[in-house]
């Protein structure tokens, strides 16, 4: 099925997008980039979460991407803990300081997942997805957090890390809980990226397998680490785009249907 561009051009589309405040991790205020389509009537949602390179630009343009698709989108600032200002900037405070704490990560994954889910617009299904350490964190929210529909792991470095890796930002390794793994998976991974190799793939691949989860892995050669990132030298235009036809038939299969 072709998702890109297969639209018509005669139906109205419309979305509103904007940062709004909803209650977050120990009860602060968890800023959320919220982009909602309009006219659609009842809409799934999905949790976006942010990778180290911060709350940036990459990824709002990417919450209204899939809001053009039909997707009521929460992306949460999960590095607010460690101020506000140029995505970088507050992301290289974050990774100077152990790195986002996966607890927090959580209880503002939870938090997005029950903003989407009372939604008057909801259909009450909510996937998440993230690339690179939110794959990661998207990850371990399929296994850790109730009630997501589907998950998408984009090159999440580090799901399968071993012990002496445990910092404590990340004291347990994802993968530790996939035997807890709630939801359909879908895991996109370049050939050529160090973090995750190929055989951290392989070794992930074999454990779901073992358990018997439902889960489809699509592995893409001649493609690094980040090879969506179009304003980048990562970029892959070919893998890119046939990765992201895959994420959309996806989340329309899980959450549509």
Same mark, same amino acid.
């Given at each position: 099925m072709t998702m890109w561009n297969n639209l018509d051009t005669g139906k109205y589309e419309g979305m509103v997008a904007q940062t709004i405040a909803i209650p977050g991790h120990g009860d602060k205020p968890l800023w959320v980039y919220d982009s909602r389509p309009l006219g659609v009537g009842k809409a799934p949602g999905i949790v976006l979460i942010p990778h180290m390179p911060g709350w940036d630009e990459f990824y709002r343009e990417t919450a209204r991407r899939f809001t053009a698709h039909g997707y009521h989108v929460l992306c949460p600032d999960?590095?607010? %803990?460690? *101020? &506000? *200002?140029?995505? $970088? !900037? #507050?992301a290289t405070a974050a990774r100077e300081a152990g790195g986002t704490p %996966? !607890? &927090? #990560?959580? $209880? %503002?994954?939870? $938090?997005a997942l029950q903003f989407l889910n009372i939604q008057p617009d909801s259909n009450g299904k909510v996937g998440v997805i993230g690339t690179c350490s939110g794959g990661r964190h998207a990850f371990l929210a399929a296994c850790t957090v109730e009630g997501f529909s589907a998950a998408v792991d984009c090159w999440g470095g580090g799901v399968m890390a071993a012990p002496e890796e445990a910092t404590p930002a990340r004291p347990v390794a994802p993968m530790e809980y996939a035997d807890k793994l709630n939801c359909p998976l879908l895991g996109i991974f370049g050939n050529d990226d160090r973090s995750p190799t190929k055989e951290a793939v392989d070794e992930l691949e074999a454990k779901l397998k073992e358990l018997q989860k439902q889960y489809q892995f699509f592995r893409y050669d001649g493609a690094g680490h980040g090879f969506w990132y179009y304003h980048t030298p990562m970029y892959r235009q070919e893998q890119a785009m046939d990765s992201w036809e895959k994420v959309l038939a996806f989340f329309e299969e899980q959450l549509k249907s």
């Amino acid at each position: 099925m072709t998702m890109w561009n297969n639209l018509d051009t005669g139906k109205y589309e419309g979305m509103v997008a904007q940062t709004i405040a909803i209650p977050g991790h120990g009860d602060k205020p968890l800023w959320v980039y919220d982009s909602r389509p309009l006219g659609v009537g009842k809409a799934p949602g999905i949790v976006l979460i942010p990778h180290m390179p911060g709350w940036d630009e990459f990824y709002r343009e990417t919450a209204r991407r899939f809001t053009a698709h039909g997707y009521h989108v929460l992306c949460p600032d999960i590095f607010r %803990d460690f *101020g &506000t *200002g140029n995505p $970088a !900037e #507050v992301a290289t405070a974050a990774r100077e300081a152990g790195g986002t704490p %996966d !607890e &927090t #990560v959580m $209880a %503002d994954c939870k $938090a997005a997942l029950q903003f989407l889910n009372i939604q008057p617009d909801s259909n009450g299904k909510v996937g998440v997805i993230g690339t690179c350490s939110g794959g990661r964190h998207a990850f371990l929210a399929a296994c850790t957090v109730e009630g997501f529909s589907a998950a998408v792991d984009c090159w999440g470095g580090g799901v399968m890390a071993a012990p002496e890796e445990a910092t404590p930002a990340r004291p347990v390794a994802p993968m530790e809980y996939a035997d807890k793994l709630n939801c359909p998976l879908l895991g996109i991974f370049g050939n050529d990226d160090r973090s995750p190799t190929k055989e951290a793939v392989d070794e992930l691949e074999a454990k779901l397998k073992e358990l018997q989860k439902q889960y489809q892995f699509f592995r893409y050669d001649g493609a690094g680490h980040g090879f969506w990132y179009y304003h980048t030298p990562m970029y892959r235009q070919e893998q890119a785009m046939d990765s992201w036809e895959k994420v959309l038939a996806f989340f329309e299969e899980q959450l549509k249907s």
